[in-house]
């Protein structure tokens, strides 16, 4: 599901976390060594982002949030914040082509480029919390 999230609504609020439950603490965040990517270009997507994106001509770039049970990929089009709310019983990662990295949910897709170890590492880590938390749920 694709959402602006420019503006704190409570509506807002109540669908992530239903979805992919709340943010994660201080404590937690210090554990996982923390739960937001560095920016990464999106070299893809699904039509839907693609045609929010093409709204401006800047360089296309998103990060990912790391939450209790899924992930908020968040990327920017003219002034306003999207993200493409995906939780970890939905979530499809592919590594493709060298760097490139495809995260889906359903219809919707982004991909996106890898080009440091700090980001190689934070992918890993979100597919660690993906396989764990299908572990815990009894999914595999």
Known sequence: MIKNL??????????????VGRPLSLIERLKLGG?????????DASKEIVELLRLDNNINYCNIEIRKNGIIIRFRSLLETYGLIIPYYKLVIYKG????????????????????????????????LKTDYQNKMGLN
């Open 35 to 43: 739960i937001g990517s560095n920016k990464l270009v999106v070299t």
């Open 6 to 19: 420019s503006y704190n609504s409570k509506k807002n609020k109540t669908l992530l976390l239903e979805l």
């Open 97 to 128: 082509d060298s760097k490139i990295y495809s995260f889906y949910k359903d219809q919707h897709y982004i991909k996106f480029l890898v080009n440091n170890k700090n980001s190689t590492l934070f992918v890993k880590k979100v597919i660690r």
